[in-house]
């Protein structure tokens, strides 16, 4: 586990942003992190079943960990200026 979270966060980031995070629940956390993913998919999702919901809950609390990853996503004015000039077209002679 710990090669591969090493390995997510040596991803190139030109811009220097890092605006990735990453939390790894085990053991009795996973139960109840669950729990709360599988009241939030009922709720906020009416196109969730119950016994779809409980079917996916069943499954990620036999896991032995669980990486949640989230992102902070903003812009970078010199990324974002590479990115325009990468797209601009290009004339070609």
């Not at 980031?13 to 605006?19: A, E, I, Q, T, V």
């Not at 990486?67 to 070609?92: D, G, M, Y």
């Amino acid at each position: 586990m710990q090669a591969i979270l090493q390995a997510a966060m040596s991803t190139p980031d030109h811009g220097r942003l890092r605006p990735w995070h990453f939390l790894v629940v085990e053991n009795d956390h996973i139960v109840n992190l669950v729990s709360h993913l599988r009241n939030a998919w009922l709720s906020h999702d009416a196109k969730v079943t119950a016994a779809q919901a409980n079917r996916l809950a069943d499954y990620l609390s036999h896991a032995p960990s669980l990486v949640l990853i989230s992102a902070r996503v903003q812009t970078h004015k010199e990324v974002s200026n590479k990115i325009r000039s990468c797209l601009r077209p290009q004339r070609v002679k």
